[in-house]
Nanobody, 117 residues
Framework: QVQLMESGGGLVQAGGFLRLSCVAS??????LGWYRQAPGKQRELVADISREGRTRYLDSVEGRFAISRDNAWKTFYLTMSNLKPEDTAVYLC?????????????WGQGTQVTVSS
């Protein structure tokens, strides 16, 4: 059974730092990522990393956030610095596989990040 478990959210002042963690278990994955969803807004990709090591970032977090993983691909992280109030959202970790041209996704339960001004 695939499980993703996030931790590390919380309340921080603008300009602060947080690191989110996600433990993924149950199978191997082709990619890992972080999404976020703010009230009244669509879920958006924040950052992801493929098994080949390619990373992608949302333009508004480029240079402030970094995605990383351990060598076993069991735990991955989102390190967030210089946080802004507009980064406030529920952050969800995501893992996916691509098989026979079809992508399958799994999600964590989400962790709240609140940035005060």
């Amino acid at each position: 059974q695939v499980q993703l478990m996030e931790s590390g959210g919380g309340l921080v002042q603008a300009g602060g730092f947080l690191r989110l963690s996600c433990v993924a278990s149950g199978r191997s994955f082709d990619g890992l990522g972080w999404y976020r969803q703010a009230p009244g807004k669509q879920r958006e990709l924040v950052a992801d990393i493929s098994r080949e090591g390619r990373t992608r970032y949302l333009d508004s977090v480029e240079g402030r956030f970094a995605i990383s993983r351990d060598n076993a691909w069991k735990t991955f992280y989102l390190t967030m610095s210089n946080l802004k109030p507009e980064d406030t959202a529920v952050y969800l970790c995501n893992a996916w596989v691509a098989e026979l041209g079809r992508r399958s996704d799994w999600w964590g339960q989400g962790t709240q990040v609140t940035v005060s001004s």
